[in-house]
């Protein structure tokens, strides 16, 4: 077989070096950014510095709040602050080995229908008031917010980015790999690989962040005095507000409200403890 010939198999077209190489980097690569999660101890690959991804944090931060419209005060923005103050000195607490001086945290209120609320990295968090009537109480804004807050302290947004790094990559190695083929080929098998990336690994990787968002903001608030019992209760209520309208859960990037809720069941006992341990009356 003559030099077009190298590195294909059985004449059916498929290159296998990008495949090898892509192998091959990502066991360096995966093997060298490797992080624990605070709290849940879970390995993750996060392949930027604390520095880099608070300041991404920040200039998100800034051009969001630019076009938004913030409550400078008011009985509403002196709850958000002063649960995201209790919230940040649990956490700290509970986590003490987290390099915290790179956390600048910065609570804001915002006006808008929206049910929503954010924590960027750095402890840059904004909270929507359009979901303060579905959290109800300062037990279920704490809920929401400790949710909120877990994401920036288990470094979400720099293992996501990581993650697509990898699909992108082994993307760009399959469609090198496919390259001889015939065009309707390389489209079909491009397809399912796009899809395969999709549903298999971008998707289940955004739920399973959120589920440990939650587990971790319910130990946090716990801690921090807020009764953990009404993290279940929130979702309850989010579910009402949605009027049941959700996507499947394969195709979502957020576990069900009913998931959720059994998870949150799962780890109340846990949660109680810490409570009951540190705030009994």
């Known amino acids: 077989m003559g030099p077009l010939g190298a590195g294909r198999r059985g004449g059916a ?15 360096y690569y995966w093997f060298s950014n490797q992080h624990e999660v605070p709290i849940t101890g879970r390995s993750q690959l996060v392949d930027i510095t604390r520095e880099q991804e608070s300041a991404l944090g920040l200039q998100s931060y800034q051009q969001i709040l630019a076009q938004e419209r913030v409550v400078r005060s008011g009985p509403e923005v002196d709850a958000v602050r002063e649960i995201g103050r209790r919230l940040v000195m649990a956490a700290k607490e509970i986590a003490p080995d987290v390099p915290w001086q790179h956390f600048d945290w910065e609570f804001n209120l915002v006006q808008s229908e929206q049910a929503n609320a954010f924590c960027l990295p ?17 037990n279920g804004l704490a809920a929401v917010m400790g949710h909120e807050i877990a994401h920036a302290i288990a470094r979400h947004g720099a293992e996501r980015m990581a993650t697509q790094k990898l699909v992108q990559m082994g993307s760009m190695a399959a469609g090198m790999s496919v390259g001889d083929m ?35 903001g319910l130990l ?31 195709s979502s990037t957020h576990p069900s409200h009913d998931t959720r809720i059994r998870q949150l069941e799962e780890w109340m006992p846990e949660a109680l403890s810490i409570y009951q341990e540190h705030c009994a009356r």
């Open 13 to 27: 077209g498929l290159r296998w070096w990008p495949i090898i190489l892509f192998v091959l980097y990502l066991g």
């Open 122 to 138: 750095g402890g840059k968090v904004a909270v929507y008031t359009g979901i303060l009537p579905i959290t109800a109480n300062a």
């Open 182 to 216: 015939d065009p309707q080929t390389q489209r079909v098998i491009m397809g399912a690989i796009g899809a395969g990336a999709q549903y298999g690994i971008l998707l289940p990787f955004s739920r399973d962040h959120e589920s440990e968002a939650d587990k971790i």
């Open 220 to 250: 946090v608030a716990a801690r921090a005095c807020f009764d953990p019992r009404e993290a279940p209760r929130l979702w309850e209520r989010m579910g009402q507000a949605s009027g049941g309208r959700q996507p499947p859960e394969f």
